[in-house]
């Protein structure tokens, strides 16, 4: 059984566009993640929840907004999709905000 | 804040040599300490933790790293590199006390030659 899963794994699509990316987690996690790693392998969180409750919201343009269900998802959804934003985006859990934390496979989003 | 500093983008060893990810972290509080993996295309996964026990950890895949209050340093090593190890490394830190606020290194790229 997967731990963390994203879908889609490939998502191609044209500037101006709204995308959402979901993730799902069965380890019984409280924390969830999402991180932004660009073409230079480095990686940035954008956004963190403890039992869907945002704890962490860095810099990011307002045109991202996470969305958590219940404590298992954490969904990405991106409105009038730029050129930048074109980058791999991860998904994580934790148990508590200092624990290892386990990624999910990664979805690869190009803006044309 | 805590965060981390890796030495060197981009290490490149033979195969059967030793490997060293030099990592140095700043932080105000005691912190724990990571070190991730990530192969090509996949996410990363965890090959080691400090989280205040024994000051030299062991890994996965053979790989250990020593943590070095006096040097702010929490270096990777092992002792003889293999193929399958080519990947990015990432090393991270996190407050001990709280917060949901890991940090990552910007990554150093193992490149193993035969």
């Known amino acids: 059984d997967t731990a963390v899963s994203q879908t889609p794994k490939y998502l191609v699509t044209q500037m101006g566009n709204d995308k959402s990316i979901k993730c799902e987690q069965n380890l019984g996690h409280d924390t969830m993640y999402w991180y932004k790693q660009d073409s230079k392998k480095f990686l940035k969180i954008m956004f963190s929840y403890n039992n869907k409750e945002l704890i962490i919201n860095e810099t990011v343009p307002n045109r991202f907004s996470p969305k958590s269900p219940d404590k298992a998802h954490l969904n990405l959804h991106i409105n009038s999709l730029e050129l930048g934003d074109s980058a791999v985006y991860f998904c994580?859990?934790?148990?508590?905000?200092?624990?290892?934390?386990?990624f999910g496979p990664g979805t690869r989003l190009t803006v044309l | 804040a805590q965060s981390v500093t890796q030495l060197g983008s981009h290490v490149s060893v033979s195969e059967g040599a030793l490997v060293l990810l030099r990592c140095n972290y700043s932080s105000s509080v005691p912190p724990y300490l990571f070190w991730y993996v990530q192969y090509p295309n996949q996410g990363l996964q965890l090959l080691l933790k400090y989280t205040s026990a024994a000051t030299l950890v062991k890994g996965i895949n053979g790989f250990e790293a020593e943590f070095k209050k006096s040097e702010t340093s929490f270096h990777l090593t092992k002792p003889s590199a293999h193929m399958s190890d080519a990947a990015e490394y990432f090393c991270?830190?996190?407050?001990?006390?709280?917060?949901?606020?890991?940090?990552f290194g910007a990554g150093t790229r193992l490149t193993v030659k035969p």
């Open positions: 991270a830190v996190s407050d001990r006390y709280g917060g949901n606020d890991m940090r």
């Open positions: 994580a859990s934790s148990q508590t905000g200092v624990d290892e934390q386990f």
